[in-house]
């Protein structure tokens, strides 16, 4: 018993063929049955641009750590106390770009604390807090190239929350 085959197998493949640009510069291929339609240069150039920006992972955590600090110094507060106030205030003053997320970690030891703010999937900054001696906390503040304008502000942040609140209250003279 023989099948007979109807036409040969080139025919059964899809083939593509393709039109000059009709109007407006739209250029159709089919392939077999389908039809697909191909925009301007300049619109399929804006749509890749827009698919590589949303996969983007921005500036991470270990980018920023990696980087000397900016700025440094040595304030008269516990590190601990000084690290809570810091990301506190970063959590809830009003930021330029919009209100950044805040994290923050310990280090192995307990004796360093790390403040850090993200936005837009992007590390912006962070703040390092590490005693130096029971009252005196050494504080370094790095930021990535997302970051660019916010120094001066966690800056005020860090010696707002390493000034007293109150003054000191004067001698009364109680020990004479």
């Known amino acids: 018993m023989t099948s007979k085959r109807s036409g040969n197998s080139e025919e059964n493949r899809p083939t ?13 291929a089919d392939i077999g049955r389908v ?16 698919l590589t920006s949303c996969t983007g992972s921005g500036t991470s955590l ?3 750590r990696a980087t000397e600090p900016l700025k440094s110094g040595a304030l008269q507060m516990p590190y601990d106390h000084l690290a809570a106030c810091v990301k506190a205030r970063i959590k809830t003053d009003p930021w330029t770009f919009g209100q950044p997320i805040v994290g923050s970690e310990w ?47 966690a800056w005020s ?5 390493a000034s007293p609140v109150f003054p000191p209250p004067p ?5 004479r």
């Open 62 to 64: 270990g980018e920023v």
């Open 16 to 28: 593509l063929r393709t039109s000059p640009p009709g109007p407006g510069g739209v250029l159709n």
């Open 107 to 153: 280090g192995i030891d307990r004796r360093i604390v790390r403040v850090y703010a993200v936005y837009a999937r992007s590390t912006l900054f962070e703040v390092t807090f590490q005693p130096i001696s029971p009252g005196t906390t050494r504080v370094d503040y790095r930021r990535s190239s997302d970051g660019h304008g916010t120094e001066e502000h």
């Open 35 to 50: 039809r697909l339609w191909f925009m301007h240069p300049f619109s399929l150039l804006l749509l890749i641009v827009l």
């Open 171 to 175: 001698d009364s003279g109680a020990g």
């Open 157 to 161: 942040i860090i010696e707002q929350c």
